[in-house]
Each structure stands twice: as structure tokens, then as C-alpha cells.
């Protein structure tokens, strides 16, 4: 399986926690370890957004992909 085909499954299974607190994320790009996704809906104002991003979807993807350097958010 191809990385890129990697980080959208992972995302797929992280959607429903954000969705289900008002949320979502979209996938951008993937360049150079760089993962690059668009905060969307509650997600995009939420104060607690840069624990979600660097603890929740950066380090579930570093750990399931080894290709996968960090998360960047994308406005």
C-alpha cells in the first residue's frame, strides 16, 4: 500500500472522534514527511485544537507510518 493511501486510512478511523465532537479534517497533500490536512467545522475554532493536532492525529500518524515526519494545518 502506498503512503499516501496509508495516512487517508488512518484519518479515516480518526474522522468519526472528530465528527462526533462537532469536527472533521480534510487530507491535503502529503510532501516530504509532511502530512498537510484542513481543520474543518468545530475543529477549525476549538482552543484545543494543537493537542488534537501534535498528541492526537500527528502522533497517531508518525506511529502507524513510519514515513510520516509531522502533521502541519492547513487553513
Avoid at 486510512?9 to 479534517?25: A, F, K, S, T
Avoid at 510532501?31 to 484545543?48: F, H, N, Q, T, W
Avoid at 488534537?52 to 492525529?57: A, F
Wanted: glycine share 10%; net charge negative; aromatic share 6%.
Amino acid at each position: 500500500m502506498e503512503t499516501e493511501e496509508k495516512i487517508k486510512e488512518v484519518i479515516e478511523r480518526i474522522r468519526p472522534y472528530l465528527i462526533n465532537d462537532g469536527g472533521n479534517l480534510e487530507y491535503v497533500s502529503f510532501e516530504d514527511g509532511i502530512v498537510y490536512i484542513k481543520l474543518l467545522g468545530a475543529c477549525a475554532g476549538c482552543s484545543m485544537i494543537d493537542v488534537t493536532l501534535k498528541d492526537g492525529i500527528e502522533a497517531m500518524l508518525i506511529e502507524e507510518i513510519p514515513e510520516v515526519l509531522g502533521v502541519v494545518r492547513v487553513d
